[in-house]
């Protein structure tokens, strides 16, 4: 079992692949999508994959033009590496909130979705912004998505209307505030 574990978490890399796959467990994904998210080398991405599909960690098919992968939910480590990963790996506000400070325009950043484990929240992150269609903002969430390896559904709104929404009672934002959620960081919007 030991040296199971030590295959499995052979490398970053294939940890974080681990972790793309067991954040979205419903997902089926090819090497191109993994490498996207994950800001890696597709070649790099392959050879992961492949090592995770020979230790029975993910399931593959074939279908033209590749193959797809999936968790293998039957595995016997796959609960207690989820419970792992669940549990050490998606805490991280601190790192999530550092990317999101970088941007001075960026006045406040609440985490929701896949980052706080509720699923009933359709947005991942509200990041409310002084100039909300800024190229830094697109940077900054690939780097979020390639730090917590998992795709970000994202929303960024000026801040005036952010607050006309919070007026209104808007059901996005009801959505992210009544279930489960952590302000990252608020630069007194």
Same mark, same amino acid.
């Given at each position: 079992m030991f040296k199971d574990i030590s295959k499995i978490m052979g490398s970053t890399l294939r940890v974080r692949v681990l972790v793309f796959f067991i954040g979205q467990s419903e997902v089926w994904g090819n090497a191109r999508d993994v490498a996207c998210v994950l800001g890696a080398p597709r070649a790099s991405v392959q050879k992961e994959l492949t090592a995770l599909v020979h230790l029975r960690m993910l399931r593959v098919r074939k279908v033209r033009g590749g193959c797809l992968y999936h968790i293998d939910e039957k595995d016997g480590l796959f609960t207690p590496i989820q419970t792992f990963v669940r549990d050490t790996l998606l805490l991280m506000d601190v790192d999530l909130a550092s990317i999101f400070r970088t941007d001075r325009n960026t006045t406040l950043v609440v985490a929701s979705g896949v980052i706080t484990q509720e699923p009933r929240s359709s947005v991942d992150i509200l990041i409310v912004s002084k100039k909300p269609n800024d190229k830094k903002t697109?940077?900054?969430?690939?780097?979020?998505?390639?730090?917590?390896?998992?795709?970000?559904? /994202?929303?960024?709104?000026?801040?005036?209307? /952010?607050?006309?929404?919070?007026?209104?009672?808007?059901?996005?934002l009801r959505d992210i505030f009544e279930y489960n959620h952590r302000v990252l960081f608020d630069r007194g919007t």
């Open positions: 697109e940077r900054i969430i690939k780097k979020a998505e390639a730090f917590i390896a998992l795709p970000i559904r /994202y929303v960024v709104l000026e801040e005036g209307e /952010y607050h006309d929404r919070t007026q209104a009672y808007d059901r996005m």
